[in-house]
């Protein structure tokens, strides 16, 4: 008898979270304070990382600065610096477990607690299968996703402690579809969003609510470590853009932010269409990019 109660009452929440969310749509979200919050936002040199960082400096927050780029990191903390706010800078290398941990520690001793973390850093090595080196897959996974699992490892603890926080994965589009010519990128993505939905998972379970959590999806972003992006269906995107959808999704604790926000339907339909009907719309789609194909570059 239990069941059918437990069906019924399930029936009961979809229906009111189907109109609960149909009533914030029409209705101005409220947004958060990150005025003081400690924030750390890794691969922080340049790109998403730095307009990332700009944001967070706009609205008071102290930033830890993160990137293997000690002069990309630099001169983003000084642009921040200039809107009167507190910057540290360290330069990590996140395929690094050591490193992490060892910067960890020195935050936590001349900083303090993290209450913000953007896990931003990335890798990407456009190429067919055969052309990848077999250093650059691993490289791919130890920035890509084994350095979220170092950062938040290290990180957790105190957010538990308190039941406050926020942990931010920066994934992709290509965390739920995939693209030619980026198979290391794209397998590393879907772990970085099972991570991030897990992640959830895992601190709703023990009770943490006060954790919040968000994953970053954009499609093509013109950061330029894919050269020359071109779809016919998505925008490549600017950096400033995204930068602005991801820190909108954070002040209003947005589980899964699509840039832009329509690819998240595409997505969901896409799952009911058969193969033949997804090859065809990969042949409108038409991505291109320079790639390594069979050991020179091509545009594919």
């Known amino acids: ?16 979270s189907y109109l609960e969310s149909l009533v914030k749509f029409f209705l101005p979200q409220k947004r ?10 890794t691969g ?67 900083v303090g607690d993290v209450t913000i973390v953007v896990n931003n850093a990335g890798v990407v090595y456009p190429a067919d299968f055969l052309s990848t080196k077999d250093e650059e897959i691993t490289k791919t996974f130890e920035v ?13 603890p105190s957010m538990i402690k308190r039941n406050y926080g926020h942990i931010v994965t920066v994934a992709s589009v290509c965390g739920h579809g995939v693209i030619p010519y980026l198979i290391p990128y794209c397998s590393s993505k879907f772990a970085a969003v099972g991570f991030h939905r897990a992640l959830t998972s895992e601190l709703e379970t023990l009770g943490k ?7 970053l999806c954009p499609v093509f972003v013109n950061t330029g470590f894919t ?5 016919r269906l998505w925008p490549v995107l600017d950096t400033d ?6 820190i909108d999704g954070i002040l209003t604790n947005k589980k899964m932010i699509f840039v832009p ?11 009911f269409l058969p193969e033949r009907a997804l090859a065809a719309l990969s042949r409108i789609q038409n991505i291109q990019f320079e790639a390594v194909v069979d050991h020179k570059t091509k545009m594919k």
């Open 209 to 215: 609510t006060g954790i919040k959590t968000s994953c």
């Open 261 to 271: 926000s329509y690819i998240g339907i595409s997505l969901i339909l896409e799952k």
């Open 44 to 110: 922080a040199g340049h790109g998403i990382g730095r307009l990332t960082a700009y944001e967070f400096a706009k609205r008071k927050s102290r930033l830890i600065l993160w990137d293997i780029n000690k002069h990309g990191v630099e001169e983003t903390a000084t642009e921040c610096r200039k809107l009167g706010v507190t910057v540290y800078v360290f330069v990590v290398d996140c395929s690094n477990r050591e490193e992490i941990y060892n910067s960890v520690n020195q935050i936590k001793k001349e």
């Open 241 to 246: 853009e995204v930068a602005r959808s991801l």
């Open 32 to 41: 958060k304070s990150v005025a003081g919050e400690i924030v750390l936002i």
């Open 1 to 16: 008898m239990n069941i059918f109660l437990d069906i019924l009452l399930l029936l009961i929440t979809i229906i009111y």
């Open 144 to 156: 890509n996703i084994l350095g979220h699992f170092w950062i938040i490892k290290a990180l957790l």
């Open 227 to 231: 050269k020359n992006p071109s779809t």
